[in-house]
């Protein structure tokens, strides 16, 4: 959170398991901050109540695409960003 107030970003790429945090609700936290920023939250588990995944703008398990896949989705949530990403 400290990052996004300080430097602007098109995306942030959150793990739900952060430990003891829910990255659930980092997202939202993020957008309420941002509210243009685009989240894809992604998980090892399967079991992520809905309202929790709404809560970011896409929903990936982890495995099921590449880095050249997570590419792909972030161009298609916020167009070309120039390479510029943090999260």
Request: a negative charge; one cysteine or more; aromatic letters at 8%.
């Amino acid at each position: 959170l400290v990052l996004a107030r300080h430097h602007p970003f098109a995306a942030a790429v959150v793990d739900y398991g952060l430990g003891r945090e829910n990255g659930a609700f980092l997202a939202r936290d993020l957008k309420l901050m941002c509210p243009g920023l685009k989240v894809v939250l992604t998980s090892g588990m399967d079991m992520i109540p809905p309202e929790q995944m709404a809560m970011a703008d896409a929903y990936y398990m982890k495995g099921d695409f590449s880095a050249t896949d997570l590419a792909e989705i972030l161009h298609r949530l916020v167009g070309d960003f120039g390479g510029r990403m943090a999260g």
